[in-house]
């Protein structure tokens, strides 16, 4: 299995509070991902990055900002919580283009209270 | 830029049954596309992938696809699904030429009844 852990892995925070999580890798892979699984929509993906201090936006990118100081980390903010930002959230990385296999974290479970 | 589409959120099948599972996708260029099963509480993983090539792949645990460029499909099959096959199976296409982000459908759940 690729070397790819998220913490926390379960999160209850209250409405208006600034929230991190965290994807650690192991594999040197180029790109990193979020996205976020909710009922109805399956993955859709939040910010990626293609390499340390190269992000850029995905589809649901509103509320949410990146940072990746370190090729093995790379962190999500979620400035201010709101409620619709209660989700599963999964980290990916991948080593190359989008042809390439993602491989995916274990999941943080969030809730906005 | 990439659309795929899964026609059932759910599909009831009975163990040692066959099994397809379908995906379209909509694209104007030449396309990668993916099955990644989800099984509960886990994230994703690869089932197979088409980039190239023969339009028929195989994946793991018996899995085959279908790539028919004509139908713009890429249906997932099995001959005969276990009870440990139940799992949510995802959909996904980028567009070639270059990097392209991956797009995921909505999913379908496998419901394997003993």
């Known amino acids: 299995d690729a070397g790819i852990t998220q913490s926390p892995r379960h999160k209850v925070t209250e409405t208006g509070t600034p929230v991190t999580l965290r994807c650690h890798q192991t594999e040197n892979h180029r790109y990193m991902y979020w996205y976020r699984q909710d009922p109805g929509h399956g993955l859709r993906l939040i910010h990626y990055?293609?390499?340390?201090?190269?992000?850029d936006k995905g589809e649901v990118s509103d509320g949410y900002s990146v940072s990746r100081s370190k090729t093995e980390d790379f962190l999500l903010t979620l400035e201010s919580a709101t409620s619709s930002q209660t989700s599963v959230y999964f980290c990916?990385?991948?080593?190359?283009?989008?042809?390439?296999?993602?491989?995916f974290g274990p999941g943080t479970r969030l809730l906005v209270l | 830029a990439q659309s795929v589409t899964q026609l059932d959120s759910q599909v009831p099948v009975f163990e040692e049954a066959p099994v397809e599972l379908r995906c379209n996708y909509s694209s104007s260029v030449s396309v990668y596309l993916f099955w990644y099963v989800q099984y509960p509480n886990q994230g994703l993983q690869l089932l197979l992938k088409y980039l190239s090539g023969s339009t028929l792949v195989k994946g793991i645990n018996g899995f085959e696809a279908e790539f028919n460029k004509s139908q713009t499909s890429f249906h997932l099959r099995k001959p005969s699904v276990h009870i440990s096959d139940t799992a949510e199976y995802f959909c996904a296409g980028a567009d070639s030429g270059g990097y392209q982000k991956v797009t995921f459908g909505t999913g379908t759940k496998l419901q394997v009844i003993p």
């Open positions: 990916a990385i991948s080593p190359g283009q989008g042809q390439e296999t993602q491989y």
């Open positions: 990055s293609y390499g340390v201090k190269d992000t």
